[in-house]
Nanobody, 126 residues
Framework: QVQLVESGGGLVQAGGSRRLSCKASGGTRSAYTMGWFRQAPGKEREFVAGLSWNGGTTFYADSVKGRFTISRDSTKNTVYLQMNSLKPEDTAVYCC???????????????????WGQGTQVTVSS
């Protein structure tokens, strides 16, 4: 099992930036495919960004491509989501997730992931 703890959420003005962190612990290996999802009030959970277990591939939702960047620091067992040019529609609870498989593609469905953090709230004001 893997425990995930997100941090870095908060109130941000439109056009600003924020970096979310997700620290993993309890896993049997240091590298997993990881993803960020978000869920806004009245909307379904949606995929935001993913990073392959070997660190060689990233994938982004069209809504955030060019503004958000996913990365990891393997020495700290931490994945990041750098969010730039934030918009009010980015307001949501952001969760990180782990895919324990060795799939060669990055899953874009919540069902592709096995472990989840509790989430961190990001609110973007106008």
């Amino acid at each position: 099992q893997v425990q995930l703890v997100e941090s870095g959420g908060g109130l941000v003005q439109a056009g600003g930036s924020r970096r979310l962190s997700c620290k993993a612990s309890g896993g049997t290996r240091s590298a997993y495919t990881m993803g960020w999802f978000r869920q806004a009030p009245g909307k379904e959970r949606e995929f935001v960004a993913g990073l392959s277990w070997n660190g060689g591939t990233t994938f982004y939702a069209d809504s955030v491509k060019g503004r958000f960047t996913i990365s990891r620091d393997s020495t700290k067992n931490t994945v990041y989501l750098q969010m730039n040019s934030l918009k009010p529609e980015d307001t949501a609870v952001y969760c990180c997730a782990v895919d324990r498989s060795y799939s060669r593609s990055i899953g874009r469905s919540a069902q592709d992931y096995d472990y989840w953090g509790q989430g961190t709230q990001v609110t973007v004001s106008s």
